[in-house]
Nanobody, 121 residues
Framework: QVQLIESGGGSVQPGGSLRLSCAAS????????MGWYRQAPGKQREPVAR???????NYADSAKGRFTISRDNAMNLVYLQIDNLQPEDTAVYFC???????????????WGQGTQVTVSS
């Protein structure tokens, strides 16, 4: 069974940094795009960043400049580095991944359970 497990969240003061990790496990053929979303209290889940299997990254406007997405294809990991954290970054951060269970053109989208990031002084 394919699973995505996030880690690295926590409570930090404004200006601090965190690096979130998301590991894919289970039996599968390959991983296409991977990404991060976040959901703040009382708000809808919103995209943060995505990265292709070749390393091409895209960011939401709100994430440009302070967020960096990267991945380790050999280890089936995706990271999100967040610098200069601000209170408005407080949210549950979710990773997702388009995973091909078997060789072929079709993939399924999987989600992790989320990791909490809280920014306050």
């Amino acid at each position: 069974q394919v699973q995505l497990i996030e880690s690295g969240g926590g409570s930090v003061q404004p200006g601090g940094s965190l690096r979130l990790s998301c590991a894919a496990s289970g039996s599968f053929f390959g991983i296409d795009d991977m990404g991060w979303y976040r959901q703040a209290p009382g708000k809808q889940r919103e995209p943060v960043a995505r990265i292709s299997s070749g390393g091409s990254a895209n960011y939401a406007d709100s994430a440009k400049g302070r967020f960096t997405i990267s991945r380790d294809n050999a280890m089936n990991l995706v990271y999100l580095q967040i610098d200069n954290l601000q209170p408005e970054d407080t949210a549950v951060y979710f990773c997702n991944a388009a995973i091909r269970i078997r060789n072929g053109p079709f993939s399924n989208l999987y989600w992790g359970q989320g990791t909490q990031v809280t920014v306050s002084s």
